[in-house]
Every structure is written in structure tokens, then in C-alpha cells.
T-cell receptor, first 112, second 113 residues
Framework: DAKTTQPPSMDCAEGRAANLPCNHS???????VYWYRQIHSQGPQYIIH???NNETNEMASLIITEDRKSSTLILPHATLRDTAVYYC?????????????FGKGTHLIIQP | EPEVTQTPSHQVTQMGQEVILRCVPI?????FYWYRQILGQKVEFLVS????????KSEIFDDQFSVERPDGSNFTLKIRSTKLEDSAMYFC???????????FGPGTRLTVL
């Protein structure tokens, strides 16, 4: 799986949009971009994933650049409960129950 | 909403003892996973399980570890002879397809003394 690069930490004001970047310059054509988050010491939580089109769900939006070398996770109206470590993970599509490879992620701190 | 559950929430054991960590995946899921997270470090994949056999395992998952689905609902991780360095949070996860989102349980904190 391609490697990802994320800033170690970010701050965002409550109520504002949080934009979390991820670089995955070596991504290949059959690799998806997944985002998970981990609130304190809880189990990781799936947020969203995409291949090349922008995606939106009830939690967030995922913007993938046209060359697919980077993406941005957008939390439109951040709340204090969104304070967490956010992980960008690139995975191959295909057979097999591969485990997720977590990096260090971005520690997002929502400020009141 | 269905969820993955894990028991116990905290397990304390002596070095060299065997421990079994238990997980109940979401009922219609077919793929099961164990991960661990040493305090302050990354979440690390241990093993995946499908169709009653190991599908993939990491270098961490050595002969000291084993997994089992003893019945239709439980999924267990056994550590045969615990070491101090096995102290970590252990997370179970499941999904209904190998590239679908994984649902994680709340974790079991294992402390080896």
C-alpha cells in the first residue's frame, strides 16, 4: 500500500470547517483513500473513503485531487467532540482481508 | 445500531500467563481482525480471519498468538505466554467485505506485570 504523509497536529475553532490534508504521491490506480479517526483511546472509527471522485456523507467530505496524489478531509462544522487523531490510509482494492496500516495521523484539536 | 463488543475491558496478568481476549463481531459480518496499540504508539494490525482460517497476519503475530472462532458469535485472541511488551490496547474489528469499512470494538487494555 502507498505511504501517506499527514501533519502531526492541527487546531481548528469550534463551528468552523476543519480541513485535514494528506499526501499520497505514490498512490496507484487501484488504491482507495480511507479516513478513520480515533477519539482518545477508543477504537478507530471509519469516516469516509473514495477512489477518485469527491465523496460526502453525514460525517465529512473527501476531496481527492485530479492526479490523486493528495486529498483533504473536511469536517464542515467542527465540534469539540471532533477532537481526535485522524488517519489517512491508502489501500489496494482486490482480494483478501488485508489489515489497515495506520500511520501517526493528525491530532486535530478543536478549540472552544 | 449494531456494534462490536469486547471483554474484558481491562485485563491484568502476570508475565508468562496465558490470556484470552474476547470479541463479539457484528452478527452478519464475515471478516474479523485484531489490532493492538501500545501506549502512545500507532495502531498495529495483527491478524485477519475469514472462513474459519487466518487470511493475513503481520510479523507481530508470532507463535505466541492464536485466534479462534469457537462458535457462531465469538472471536478470540489468545496469547500463550505473555511478555511485558504485550501490554497494550487490543482492538477487534469486523466487516462484511474485505474492502468495506471496518467496525472497531472499544478495546481491551492488557497489562502484563
Amino acid at each position: 500500500d502507498a505511504k501517506t504523509t499527514q501533519p502531526p497536529s492541527m487546531d481548528c475553532a469550534e463551528g468552523r470547517a476543519a480541513n485535514l490534508p494528506c499526501n499520497h504521491s505514490t498512490i496507484s490506480g487501484n488504491e482507495y483513500v480511507y479516513w478513520y479517526r480515533q477519539i482518545h483511546s477508543q477504537g478507530p472509527q471509519y469516516i469516509i473513503h473514495g477512489l477518485k471522485n469527491n465523496e460526502t456523507n453525514e460525517m465529512a467530505s473527501l476531496i481527492i485531487t485530479e492526479d490523486r496524489k493528495s486529498s483533504t478531509l473536511i469536517l464542515p462544522h467542527a465540534t469539540l467532540r471532533d477532537t481526535a487523531v485522524y488517519y489517512c490510509i491508502v489501500r489496494v482494492a482486490g482480494g483478501g482481508a488485508d489489515g489497515l496500516t495506520f500511520g501517526k495521523g493528525t491530532h486535530l484539536i478543536i478549540q472552544p | 445500531e449494531p456494534e462490536v463488543t469486547q471483554t474484558p475491558s481491562h485485563q491484568v496478568t502476570q508475565m508468562g500467563q496465558e490470556v484470552i481476549l474476547r470479541c463479539v463481531p457484528i452478527s452478519n459480518h464475515l471478516y474479523f481482525y485484531w489490532y493492538r496499540q501500545i501506549l502512545g504508539q500507532k495502531v498495529e494490525f495483527l491478524v485477519s480471519f475469514y472462513n474459519n482460517e487466518i487470511s493475513e497476519k503481520s510479523e507481530i503475530f508470532d507463535d505466541q498468538f492464536s485466534v479462534e472462532r469457537p462458535d457462531g458469535s465469538n472471536f478470540t485472541l489468545k496469547i500463550r505466554s505473555t511478555k511485558l511488551e504485550d501490554s497494550a490496547m487490543y482492538f477487534c474489528a469486523s466487516n462484511n467485505g474485505p474492502y468495506n469499512e471496518q467496525f472497531f470494538g472499544p478495546g481491551t487494555r492488557l497489562t502484563v506485570l
